[in-house]
T-cell receptor
Framework: DTAVSQTPKYLVTQMGNDKSIKCEQN?????MYWYKQDSKKFLKIMFS???????INETVPNRFSPKSPDKAHLNLHINSLELGDSAVYFC????????????FGPGTRLTVL | SQQGEEDPQALSIQEGENATMNCSYK?????LQWYRQNSGRGLVHLIL?????REKHSGRLRVTLDTSKKSSSLLITASRAADTASYFC????????????FGKGTTLSVSS
C-alpha cells in the first residue's frame, strides 16, 4: 500500500551511462515533483508536473529529462551521467500543488563511479 | 534559491528533554511546513502552519510562526530516542503547483 514508490532504491553506474528512475503514486494526486538531496542533505526542487504538464524546470542540466506518461507516474531519465550527479533523488506528490502537504517516496541513492 | 535556514544545524539531547529548532526564511509565504527525515528514508510531513496562524500543536509538537520576523520554531516536548532524525522547514511562496523550498535541516540526536 505504498503511497509514493520509487525504483530502484540504489543505483550504481559508470560515468557516461544513461539511467532512469521510476516513480509512481497511488494517492490520486495531481502534482508530482523530483527533488535532489546532496551529501549535505540540502534538498532542492528539480521538476514539478501538474496533470502531466511541466510546471517547474529549475536550473537543471538538460541531461535530466522528466517524463510523465500519466498522472500517477513521473520518471526521471538521466543521460551521460557525471560524478556530480551522485545524490539521493526523491519523488513527491501533492493534491493541491505546493500549498499542501507533500508525500515523499523513499528515495533513490545514485552513485556515479 | 534557498529559502529556509534552520538553526541549530545539530542538536544532541537526552530522552525526556525538549528540543527546539528554529527556521528563518526570506520572502513572503503562504504557509510553512516541517518535515522529518529518518536516516536513509524519505521525508515525512509533520505539521503545516498557515501565514495567518501564530501557533499550532500536534501531539508533542508545537510550531510557532512569526511572519514579521520571517521565522518559525518547532518544539518537540518529552523527546524520545525515536525522534532522532533530521528536521526540515519548507516554505511555499508561489502559486499552486510550484515546489517547496527547503532549509538545510537540523539533525537531532536523542540519547537514552
Amino acid at each position: 500500500d505504498t503511497a509514493v514508490s520509487q525504483t530502484p532504491k540504489y543505483l550504481v553506474t559508470q560515468m557516461g551511462n544513461d539511467k532512469s528512475i521510476k516513480c509512481e503514486q497511488n494517492l490520486g494526486h495531481d502534482t508530482m515533483y523530483w527533488y535532489k538531496q546532496d551529501s549535505k542533505k540540502f534538498l532542492k526542487i528539480m521538476f514539478s508536473y501538474n496533470n502531466k504538464e511541466l510546471i517547474i524546470n529549475e536550473t537543471v542540466p538538460n541531461r535530466f529529462s522528466p517524463k510523465s506518461p500519466d498522472k500517477a507516474h513521473l520518471n526521471l531519465h538521466i543521460n551521460s551521467l557525471e560524478l556530480g550527479d551522485s545524490a539521493v533523488y526523491f519523488c513527491a506528490s501533492s493534491p493541491t500543488g505546493a500549498r499542501g502537504t507533500q508525500y515523499f517516496g523513499p528515495g533513490t541513492r545514485l552513485t556515479v563511479l | 534559491s534557498q529559502q529556509g535556514e534552520e538553526d541549530p544545524q545539530a542538536l544532541s539531547i537526552q530522552e525526556g528533554e525538549n528540543a527546539t529548532m528554529n527556521c528563518s526564511y526570506k520572502t513572503s509565504i503562504n504557509n510553512l511546513q516541517w518535515y522529518r527525515q529518518n536516516s536513509g528514508r524519505g521525508l515525512v510531513h509533520l505539521i503545516l502552519i498557515r501565514s495567518n496562524e501564530r501557533e499550532k500543536h500536534s501531539g508533542r509538537l508545537r510550531v510557532t510562526l512569526d511572519t514579521s520576523k520571517k521565522s518559525s520554531s518547532l518544539l518537540i516536548t518529552a523527546s524520545r530516542a525515536a525522534d532522532t532524525a533530521s528536521y526540515f522547514c519548507a516554505t511555499d511562496a508561489g502559486q499552486a503547483g510550484t515546489a517547496l523550498i527547503f532549509g538545510k535541516g537540523t539533525t537531532l540526536s536523542v540519547s537514552s
